[in-house]
């Protein structure tokens, strides 16, 4: 027998919930010594719950786990994944910076006093390491003065010193540049080399196509497929990843958008100086009564591309337009007054103050203005009114306007921030995952008021990891890839397959290509 065919570990009828999503319904994996495994799926697939589960951190709702041939207990949980030699690396890391390389690798293990007696024997074991992975930073540096490719090879130097078989990666390659990403490919493949094995989360499928024997795919929570790479190529695995049910195009009703412009967007640059752009010469134009899309898979500029828009983030280049006007280095307050709104990505960070009343969040962003202050001071009785009138026009359940936004619910903290949203005239909406992690009567209410705020003349512009959602409600979808819209499709037009594979960076055969950049699409004809 081939060693790569002895089972490092084997999951049966995982099952996980939370609330009311099933992250994860029923999924088998086993996973082989000395195999890289890459594990793919949209965002929201399960694939961070899954290995998380396996790590010990969550406990399944139900199923069974194996590792290296015994069952885990009720009580499984990291600490006795390390023993049983998984190692996982998180999407955040989880290094202490002002500390030595040094430090941070052998103090989880030992603490300081039973390091200090046999200081030297563990600096040359890890120096071992180092020589033998090719990890080039000295041992006394700080973290925070490494890169962060350099930062990745600690932790991974942690997991080998701790003595890990397996290593999970979740989405290791997201922070890293082009070539450090080489590098970590490179140092996958030395691993399994050494007998190791690996699940490389990740959603770029030229990288599991560079290094995976084998390529676990997961949908909506359920697994698909588990297929060799060399039986396999990234067009089928592409199609697997999104949702072909949705294939055919949606027959929900959208008015004729009118001709003109609400909001115009010029080769428009986004991020650091010196650096590969986030967004890179990005046009596009909504037009009156349009729902525009952009798909993507997380992480190709579209956060990055949204917050610039609604004025959170500074462009580098080129410009926006806001019904007409030059709106490029306009103040956020400056742009909603123009009538631009956000529905942002993260309700928690740039959606609300928990700690504030459902009142005072509703009518946030325009309180420094009448009616709801007067001459500087607060008037509190025109905000509770209109607290009150939002609280029933929308729906939301709270037990009065003065309960503290961080006790509601999920569903109903975003359906305060769409309110607010859509107080006043707006005139161009920017939602971003207007509808992540809400349950199906929140979700089909925020995109009904989508839909019906188009329909009365506003622009809007969806950002959505779903394809289902985009689908469902827009014109036009604009796929962006790499900082860039890699391509464009009229509703008529409108396949998820077509759309998957241009997320993972392919044009397909008779598809539209544009060599130089953006210029043909988010245009509309
Ligand atoms: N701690 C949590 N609380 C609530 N929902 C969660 C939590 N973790 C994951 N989810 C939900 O479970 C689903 C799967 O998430 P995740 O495993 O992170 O997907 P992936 O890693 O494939 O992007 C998503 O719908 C996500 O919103
Ligand atoms: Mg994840």
């Excluded at 082989?32 to 396996?54: C, D, H, P, Q």
């Excluded at 697994?223 to 949702?243: E, G, L």
């Excluded at 928990?354 to 509190?380: I, K, Q, T, W, Y």
């Amino acid at each position: 027998m081939q060693a790569d065919s002895a089972v490092a570990v084997s999951m049966r009828g995982i099952c996980k919930s939370f609330g009311t999503v099933q992250a994860l319904d029923r999924v088998d994996m086993d996973i082989s010594e000395g195999e890289i495994r890459a594990l793919v799926g949209e965002n929201g697939a399960g694939k961070t719950t899954l290995m998380t589960i396996l790590y010990g951190m969550y406990r399944p709702d139900a199923g069974r786990i194996s590792v290296w041939g015994r069952r885990t207990g009720r009580d499984w949980s990291p600490r006795q994944a390390i023993k049983a030699r998984i190692g996982m690396l998180h999407q955040h890391f989880s290094l202490i910076p002002n500390h030595t390389v040094l430090e941070n690798v052998l103090m989880p293990q030992l603490g300081w006093t039973h390091m200090r007696p046999r200081w030297h024997h563990h600096r040359a074991v890890l120096e071992g390491l180092c020589r033998e992975y090719g990890f080039s930073f000295p041992l006394e540096a700080r973290v925070e003065s490494l890169s962060v490719g350099q930062q990745q090879q600690v932790e991974i130097l942690k997991l080998l010193y701790q003595g890990a078989k397996l290593l999970i990666l979740d989405e290791p390659t997201a922070v890293l540049t082009p070539q450090q990403t080489e590098r970590l490919l490179e140092l996958l493949l030395r691993l399994r080399g050494q007998g190791h094995s690996v699940v490389l989360i990740t959603h770029k499928l030229n990288e599991a196509f560079a290094v995976a024997d084998s390529i676990t795919v997961l949908r909506k929570g359920r697994h698909v497929a588990t297929v060799a790479r060399k039986d396999s190529n990234p067009r089928d695995i592409a199609f697997m990843m999104v949702d072909r049910e949705w294939s055919a195009a949606p027959d929900w009703e959208l008015e004729a958008p009118e001709p003109g412009a609400l909001l115009e967007v010029e080769d428009l640059v986004v991020g650091e100086e010196h650096q590969r752009p986030a967004v890179d010469r990005v046009s596009l134009v909504v037009r009156p009564r349009e729902i525009v899309g952009v798909a993507g898979v997380a992480g190709n500029g579209q956060t990055e591309l949204a917050e610039a828009l609604v004025g959170i983030r500074r462009s580098r280049g080129g410009r926006i337009v806001i019904a007409g006007q030059d709106a490029t280095s306009w103040s956020i307050a400056r742009r909603l007054r123009a009538g631009l709104r956000f529905i942002p990505e993260d309700r928690h960070l740039h959606g609300m103050v928990g700690g504030l009343s459902l009142a005072e969040n509703l009518v946030m962003d325009r309180c420094d203005r009448p009616p709801f202050s007067a001459r500087g001071v607060l008037r509190h009785p025109v905000i509770r009114q209109a607290a009150a009138e939002a609280v029933e026009r929308y729906g939301i359940r709270a037990p009065s306007p003065e309960t503290p936004m961080m006790n509601l619910s999920g569903g109903n903290q975003q359906r305060a921030v769409l309110a607010r949203a859509l107080a006043g005239s707006p005139r161009v909406i920017v939602a971003h995952q207007p509808t992540r992690g809400l349950d199906f009567a929140a979700t089909e209410y925020v995109r009904a008021e989508l839909v019906r705020c188009a329909a009365q003349g506003v622009g809007v512009l969806v950002f959505s990891s779903e394809l289902e959602e985009l689908m469902l409600l827009c014109h036009r979808i604009l796929v962006m890839y790499r900082g860039r819209f890699i391509g464009e499709l009229g509703r008529d037009e409108f396949d998820a397959g077509t759309i998957g594979l241009l997320m993972t960076g392919q044009v397909p055969d008779g598809g539209r290509r544009d060599g130089q950049g953006t210029r043909d699409f988010g245009q509309p004809a």
